[in-house]
């Protein structure tokens, strides 16, 4: 059952995935302004701890010519995919920068055909990263 209360748009582009120093390629495979769903070879991700305390990086673009978006991420969950090597990873974003949000919002307003949706999306995060901080 899905859970997210915020929109999400389905990308399936490329990124990477960093902790420590480490990085990995990973899928987007899609995306929302509270957090996101990756996909990667399960032998990739051992290369990385799955409980970390400490939030971990990902940086894609929607296309080439699109500004490159970092977001900082909390792990919540992994999810193996029957008899494939892949692994679905269900991430939190921990904080983004404003520029970074910019492009997000963005991404979601012109692939979600609802800019009204995204809107509240929008405002939902934004209070939700000022009660963290306070």
């Known amino acids: 059952m899905d859970k997210r209360q915020f929109q999400r748009v389905d990308l399936k582009v490329p990124g990477e995935l960093s902790l420590h120093g480490n990085s990995i390629p990973v899928t987007i495979e899609d995306v929302s302004l509270q957090g996101l769903r990756l996909s990667a070879a399960e032998a990739m991700l051992e290369m990385l701890p799955f409980d970390s305390y400490d939030p971990y990086t990902v940086m894609f673009k929607a ?64 209070d939700a990263v000022y009660k963290k901080d306070a």
Do not use: M, W
């Not at 991430?91 to 997000?104: I, P, Q, R, S």
């Open 63 to 126: 296309n080439p010519d699109s500004p490159l978006i970092t977001l900082y991420l909390q792990q919540l969950y992994r999810q193996s995919q029957g008899n494939s090597d892949l692994i679905f990873i269900g991430c939190k974003v921990d904080h983004v920068e404003v520029e970074c949000l910019a492009e997000l919002r963005t991404l979601i307003n012109l692939n979600s055909g609802d800019p009204g949706l995204s809107e509240q999306d929008l405002n939902a995060l934004i």
